[in-house]
């Protein structure tokens, strides 16, 4: 028996319409190559990839595109082959409504992958695995893109206790975990397997909510067999009850494990780290058949007369994928993701991404507008139902006020934005609106304060700069006049010599020498503007001091007392 | 969507601890008040408050011989932080000072530039690099866009390119709700 025996639970939730059953019925097809593929170059969280081709190259399927920006960062590669027609401004998927850079690839129909190789990950060194996964673009499929290589990190104890594998899928409409699962479990397995061995984890539980009965018993054979393969109770499938938001990372850990991370902290610091089905099987393909990401199961639903799942090339535009559905003549929007968190697309010609688990067709009729915002009453619903255990009402309150500090004491970031809260709120208050309005505000000033920081940083040292520069020229030129003066005063005296007598040269003599001594003394003693130096200063200025001894060398035989 | 929270807790703490460290590594004794006022002061370095820096500002402010209201690139937001921190009345931006304007960045035409230098020595922050007699450039990520290096160059080739709107510095517009039907239509 593989199944858990024990589960928690989560605080709040609601039970929304889940309407999954429409895309359920037929299998994963895969959506024929459209006739341009707009890939977007900065598909995951993190920096944006530099692009590796020009305009008018062939490129082959699955060759890199885009490399990753540092170590906080994916690749993204071609989804098929052909030829690259411009690197470009391309609209994205996105809210904004707003470009960012996009290869714009001419399939030529051949489908001709670059060679491809399994990695043996096994006698690699992790980094070197982690490198490979950041170079064949995994990412977190859930819709968080976040890079997969980052989070396969066994960190500071070097193993982990619980691997959970999110196949909760609890937001309404989508179904492309659910067949990922029914589908290809031991793909998915295979991918633990891997995940399992990288981060030295204990256990695998893989959380599914109980209205996928199908999913279940496709991942208990396969988790069955692994355990065989394992030679222990190492992979057990969880069925969790239905309710949203139990596909939340902190809510799937709390069910399966009972461990409760606290506001503002990481799964990993309670030794459990979690990753989606999808991602899993990414993992698979891309260790042990050498494929890069450069497709996903997307759920097409909504307003349409067939709703299914897709196997998606990045890139292609929704409106090619749509068109697969028979979209109904009144849908008037795209949303990627679902009806709780997903985002209104501004056309429908923006491609598919690594983010977009759902495209969702939409009209009036199936949303309709919101009813006007009313004052809060204060009634706690939407305190009850946070299933991060936050308050709502006084988040709303100080997002509203533009009281951003107060917000976040509130433990503004850790709302994950499920929207149970705007669900249930009896005056219809749009509250993740004001989050996410508070959230960018928050983030905003926070790149802000970071660059006045280095400017005052550099300001500052440009100032120390000037400083040392006037100090170096000041000194410069009192070694000048100095060995200037001294020449003069040589000359002088040679002028001078014939009329002394030897008795007053040997005065002199005296004289100058007691002289010189005062000077050396003087020079011994600091001046003001040279105490507390930093070590470099005061190299150079023993630089400049040195320089000034061997012009004051110089000038010495002819030094005469009469100075 | 849920693991955005992983990436701003880690953001937030490699964040917390390079100012931690640049606050070790690069305190600077002085005054807390001005320290607290320089820390609203923007940066920009551009002396339109008719002191040579933010610094100096910060230091008359707290000295109460200036007036809060003489730094445009910090605009009214600024203002009200600073008459916040001070316990001060809020003013508009004195107009003498300047206008409040969009961000931008200094941006050399290199096909121009003849490499004289001049614009180098202006930058308060060393944001732009070359050598005499070579094409100069500016390093945009370092320009407070003080315009400062505008007036020095000979051959007018700097200009000021305020900074657009991406997909990453995008931000969440506040929530506007319809308040009747037609207005609902018509957005
Ligand atoms: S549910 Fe709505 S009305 Fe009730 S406290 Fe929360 S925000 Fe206010
Ligand atoms: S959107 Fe945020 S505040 Fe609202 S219920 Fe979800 S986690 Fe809680
Ligand atoms: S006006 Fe310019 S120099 Fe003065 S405080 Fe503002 S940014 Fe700094």
Same mark, same amino acid.
């Given at each position: 028996?593989?199944?858990?025996?024990?589960?928690?639970?989560?605080?709040?939730?609601?039970?929304? $319409?889940?309407?999954?059953?429409?895309?359920?019925?037929?299998?994963?097809?895969?959506?024929?190559?459209?006739?341009?593929?707009?890939?977007?170059?900065?598909?995951?969280?993190g920096g944006?990839?530099?692009?590796?081709?020009?305009?008018?190259?062939?490129?082959?399927?699955?060759?890199?595109?885009?490399?990753?920006?540092g170590n906080v960062?994916?690749?993204?590669?071609?989804?098929?082959?052909?030829?690259?027609?411009?690197?470009?401004?391309?609209? &994205?998927?996105?809210?904004?409504?707003?470009?960012?850079?996009?290869?714009?690839?001419?399939?030529?129909?051949?489908? /001709? #992958?670059? @060679?491809?190789?399994?990695?043996?990950?096994?006698?690699?060194?992790?980094?070197?695995? +982690?490198?490979?996964?950041?170079?064949?673009?995994?990412?977190?499929?859930?819709?968080?893109?976040?890079?997969?290589?980052l989070?396969?990190n066994?960190g500071k104890?070097?193993?982990?206790?619980?691997?959970?594998?999110?196949?909760?899928?609890?937001?309404?409409?989508?179904?492309?975990?659910?067949?990922?699962?029914?589908?290809?479990?031991?793909?998915?397995?295979?991918?633990?397997?891997? &995940?399992?061995?990288?981060?030295?984890?204990?256990?695998?539980?893989?959380?599914?909510?109980?209205?996928?009965?199908?999913?279940?018993?496709? &991942?208990?054979?396969?988790?069955?067999?692994?355990?065989?393969?394992?030679?222990?109770?190492?992979?057990?499938?969880?069925?969790?009850? !239905?309710?949203?938001?139990?596909?939340?990372?902190?809510?799937?850990?709390?069910?399966?494990?009972?461990?409760?991370?606290?506001?503002g902290e990481r799964?990993?610091d309670?030794?459990?780290?979690?990753?989606?089905?999808?991602?899993?099987? $990414?993992?698979?393909?891309?260790?042990?058949?050498?494929?890069?990401?450069?497709?996903?199961?997307? !759920?097409?639903?909504?307003?349409?007369?067939?709703?299914?799942?897709?196997?998606?090339?990045?890139?292609?535009?929704?409106?090619?994928?749509?068109?697969?559905?028979?979209?109904? @003549?009144?849908?008037?929007?795209?949303?990627?993701?679902? @009806?709780?968190?997903?985002?209104?697309?501004?056309?429908?010609?923006?491609?598919?991404?690594?983010?977009?688990?759902?495209?969702?067709?939409?009209?009036?009729?199936?949303?309709?507008?919101?009813?006007?915002? &009313?004052?809060?009453?204060?009634?706690?619903?939407?305190?009850?139902?946070?299933?991060?255990?936050?308050?709502?009402?006084?988040?709303? #309150?100080?997002?509203?006020?533009?009281?951003?500090?107060?917000?976040?004491?509130?433990?503004?970031f850790?709302?994950?934005?499920?929207?149970?809260?705007?669900?249930?709120?009896?005056?219809?208050?749009?509250?993740?609106?004001?989050?996410?309005?508070?959230?960018? /505000?928050i983030w905003?000033r926070e790149v802000e304060k970071e660059a006045a920081d280095v400017a005052r940083d550099r300001y500052e040292f440009r100032l120390l700069r000037?400083?040392?520069?006037?100090?170096?020229?000041?000194? =410069?030129?009192?070694? =000048? !006049?100095?060995?200037?003066?001294?020449?003069?005063?040589?000359?002088?005296?040679?002028?001078? =010599?014939?009329?002394?007598?030897?008795?007053?040269?040997? =005065?002199?003599?005296?004289?100058?020498?007691?002289? /010189?001594?005062?000077?050396?003394?003087?020079?011994?003693?600091?001046?003001?503007? !040279?105490?507390?130096?930093t070590p470099e200063?005061?190299?150079?200025?023993?630089?400049?001091?040195?320089? +000034?001894?061997?012009?004051?060398?110089?000038?010495?035989?002819?030094?005469?007392?009469?100075? | 969507?849920?693991?955005?929270?992983?990436v701003m807790a880690l953001g937030a703490v490699v964040l917390g601890a390079a100012l931690g460290y640049a606050a070790v590594r690069f305190r600077v004794e002085g005054?807390p008040?001005v320290e607290k006022?320089d820390a609203i002061l923007p940066q920009?370095?551009?002396?339109?408050?008719?002191?040579?820096?933010c610094k100096?500002?910060?230091?008359?402010?707290?000295?109460?011989?200036?007036?809060?209201?003489?730094?445009?690139?910090?605009?009214?937001?600024?203002?009200?932080?600073?008459?916040?921190?001070?316990?001060?009345?809020?003013?508009?931006?004195?107009?003498?000072?300047?206008?409040?304007?969009?961000?931008?960045?200094?941006?050399?035409?290199?096909? %121009?530039?003849?490499?004289?230098?001049?614009?180098?020595?202006?930058?308060?922050v060393d944001a732009?690099?070359? %050598?005499?007699?070579?094409?100069?450039?500016?390093v %945009?990520k370092q320009?407070t866009?003080?315009?400062?290096?505008?007036?020095?160059?000979?051959?007018?080739?700097?200009?000021?390119?305020?900074?657009?709107?991406?997909?990453?510095?995008?931000?969440?517009?506040?929530?506007?709700?319809?308040?009747?039907?037609?207005?609902?239509?018509?957005?």
């Amino acid at each position: 028996m593989t199944a858990l025996q024990r589960l928690f639970k989560f605080n709040g939730g609601v039970k929304p $319409a889940y309407n999954k059953e429409a895309s359920t019925g037929l299998p994963i097809a895969v959506a024929p190559t459209p006739t341009l593929l707009v890939i977007p170059l900065h598909q995951s969280i993190g920096g944006p990839p530099r692009p590796l081709v020009k305009a008018g190259e062939r490129v082959l399927k699955g060759q890199r595109i885009g490399d990753a920006d540092g170590n906080v960062s994916s690749a993204v590669h071609a989804s098929t082959s052909g030829t690259v027609v411009a690197v470009e401004m391309r609209l &994205m998927p996105h809210t904004s409504g707003l470009s960012a850079m996009c290869v714009v690839i001419e399939p030529d129909g051949r489908n /001709e #992958w670059i @060679p491809r190789q399994p990695f043996d990950f096994r006698s690699a060194s992790p980094a070197a695995s +982690r490198d490979f996964l950041r170079d064949a673009g995994v990412v977190g499929l859930g819709g968080a893109v976040f890079p997969s290589h980052l989070k396969l990190n066994a960190g500071k104890q070097g193993k982990l206790d619980v691997l959970v594998l999110n196949g909760a899928e609890c937001e309404p409409f989508i179904t492309c975990d659910d067949v990922l699962m029914r589908e290809r479990p031991e793909e998915i397995i295979k991918g633990a397997v891997i &995940m399992r061995e990288m981060l030295s984890a204990g256990e695998v539980l893989i959380g599914i909510e109980d209205n996928k009965p199908a999913a279940i018993a496709a &991942m208990e054979i396969a988790a069955r067999a692994a355990n065989r393969v394992a030679g222990a109770n190492v992979y057990k499938v969880g069925s969790v009850p !239905t309710r949203y938001p139990a596909g939340g990372a902190k809510q799937l850990i709390r069910v399966l494990t009972g461990i409760e991370v606290p506001h503002g902290e990481r799964s990993t610091d309670y030794g459990v780290q979690c990753f989606n089905v999808g991602t899993a099987y $990414a993992i698979h393909e891309a260790i042990e058949l050498g494929q890069p990401l450069i497709s996903r199961i997307v !759920t097409v639903a909504g307003n349409v007369g067939q709703a299914r799942n897709y196997e998606v090339l990045f890139g292609t535009p929704m409106k090619d994928l749509v068109a697969l559905c028979a979209p109904l @003549p009144d849908s008037d929007r795209l949303i990627m993701g679902g @009806p709780m968190m997903g985002f209104r697309m501004p056309g429908d010609d923006v491609p598919v991404v690594k983010a977009t688990n759902c495209v969702l067709v939409g009209s009036t009729a199936l949303f309709p507008p919101p009813p006007p915002e &009313m004052p809060c009453i204060r009634c706690g619903e939407c305190a009850k139902a946070c299933p991060a255990d936050l308050q709502p009402f006084e988040m709303y #309150w100080f997002s509203r006020a533009k009281i951003f500090g107060k917000a976040q004491e509130y433990n503004l970031f850790d709302c994950i934005e499920c929207g149970c809260c705007a669900y249930v709120c009896p005056s219809r208050i749009p509250l993740v609106d004001y989050y996410r309005f508070a959230k960018s /505000e928050i983030w905003a000033r926070e790149v802000e304060k970071e660059a006045a920081d280095v400017a005052r940083d550099r300001y500052e040292f440009r100032l120390l700069r000037e400083e040392r520069e006037k100090q170096e020229k000041a000194a =410069k030129l009192a070694a =000048k !006049t100095a060995a200037g003066r001294e020449k003069a005063a040589a000359a002088l005296a040679e002028a001078a =010599k014939p009329a002394a007598t030897p008795e007053e040269d040997a =005065k002199k003599a005296l004289i100058a020498a007691a002289l /010189e001594r005062a000077r050396t003394e003087k020079a011994r003693v600091h001046p003001e503007n !040279t105490a507390d130096l930093t070590p470099e200063q005061q190299a150079e200025v023993t630089a400049i001091e040195a320089r +000034r001894a061997e012009i004051r060398e110089m000038a010495k035989p002819h030094l005469r007392p009469d100075d | 969507m849920l693991e955005a929270l992983l990436v701003m807790a880690l953001g937030a703490v490699v964040l917390g601890a390079a100012l931690g460290y640049a606050a070790v590594r690069f305190r600077v004794e002085g005054d807390p008040l001005v320290e607290k006022i320089d820390a609203i002061l923007p940066q920009t370095q551009c002396g339109q408050c008719g002191f040579p820096g933010c610094k100096p500002y910060a230091t008359a402010i707290a000295k109460g011989e200036a007036e809060i209201n003489q730094c445009p690139p910090g605009g009214e937001e600024g203002i009200h932080k600073l008459a916040d921190l001070l316990g001060r009345e809020f003013k508009p931006l004195s107009a003498e000072h300047g206008i409040e304007k969009p961000k931008s960045v200094a941006v050399i035409d290199e096909q %121009a530039c003849i490499g004289c230098t001049l614009c180098i020595q202006a930058c308060p922050v060393d944001a732009i690099v070359g %050598a005499a007699k070579q094409m100069h450039t500016i390093v %945009a990520k370092q320009c407070t866009g003080c315009e400062l290096c505008l007036p020095p160059c000979p051959v007018d080739c700097i200009s000021m390119q305020p900074i657009g709107e991406s997909v990453e510095s995008w931000k969440w517009k506040y929530p506007v709700f319809k308040i009747n039907p037609t207005q609902r239509e018509a957005a």
